[in-house]
């Protein structure tokens, strides 16, 4: 068991920002199963994690617009999600860095969720959404928008145009928008627009991730602990004579070269031949 935790340790330290994500996300659905109702069988989400289209609780609770994406609702939307969510952050870390990931995340997110409660507003309905899809759909968008002839080998079908799996993906969102899901397939449109408008910006030499970016530095500063005063005054003592610190050294030298010499002479003569006065001295620096 200590092997699988150390393998999984290491695993997410070396792994890049897809793993991390993915890895955030199982984390949180294992702590999630504290609002799974065993009894109906689905999971009951509080309306300060789960984002919910009701404008009491979106304005009191505004953090549900980033915390809604890192929860699901069962298993398998957590497993398609993520799976996704490996294919698509590969794709898209091919062309773009990290940050820009992370970035792209969390402000699709955002995004998805202000179109998600607005639409629901409209349509006067008041419900609640989680899960990664909005965020997922987004960068694989962002991926196709760049660069949207690039061939991707499928198990079963062979190499395909990236864009070719991308419009599946959005056909069926908009064929099931009416049928099911409503607000999850609104969110998943919202997230590919923002795709969309994330790499138009950037090729206009706009990185909007960045406003991310320096969200996050800002709060590690502010929470990050003031160190103490750099350096403290030293007070020299001027009637503390140099000279005297100076003569102690030469002293120190001169005993040494005298046990220096003894130690020869023991070479030499022997222990016998020594005086009495050498005898002492080398009785005294052996202390």
């Known amino acids: 068991m200590n092997k699988i935790i150390d393998d999984i340790k290491l695993q997410y330290k070396i792994g890049d920002i897809t793993n991390k994500v993915i890895y955030w996300n199982v984390g949180i659905c294992i702590l999630s199963l504290f609002f799974y109702k065993f009894k109906e069988g689905h999971f009951e989400y509080p309306t300060w994690l789960a984002l919910s289209s009701n404008p009491i609780d979106f304005l009191i609770f505004p953090w549900t617009f980033i915390t809604y994406s890192f929860f699901h609702s ?21 062309f773009f860095t990290q940050k820009q990931f992370f970035g792209l995340y969390i402000l699709s997110a955002i995004f998805a969720g202000l179109v998600f409660v607005i639409s629901y507003q409209f349509m006067e309905i008041q419900t609640s959404i989680v899960g990664a899809s909005a965020a997922v759909i987004s960068i ?28 599946v993906f959005l056909i069926l969102d908009v064929m099931q928008i009416l049928i099911e899901n409503t607000g999850g397939h609104i969110s ?5 627009a923002f ?42 003592n001027p009637k503390k004579p140099i000279i005297k610190s100076q003569s102690k050294i030469i ?16 070479s030499k003569s022997g222990y016998d031949s020594l005086t009495a006065q050498e005898k002492e001295l080398l009785f005294k620096a052996g202390k």
Do not use: C
């Open 74 to 94: 069962g298993f398998w939307h957590l497993f398609f999600n993520m799976v996704m969510l490996n294919f698509s952050g590969r794709l898209f870390l091919t």
């Open 251 to 266: 002293i120190k030298d001169k005993v040494q070269q005298q046990i220096d010499e003894i130690l020869d002479k023991i």
């Open 188 to 192: 998943h449109i919202a997230g590919a």
């Open 140 to 167: 694989l968008v962002a991926t196709t928008t760049y660069h949207p002839l690039m061939n991707v080998r499928l198990l079963i079908f062979g190499n395909v145009k990236l864009w070719h799996i991308t419009g």
């Open 195 to 236: 795709g969309v408008i994330y790499i138009i910006a950037l090729q206009n030499g706009t990185d909007l991730s960045v406003f991310i970016t320096k969200i996050i530095h800002f709060f590690v500063k502010l929470f990050q602990p003031k160190n103490s005063t750099p350096f403290k005054k030293v007070h020299v």
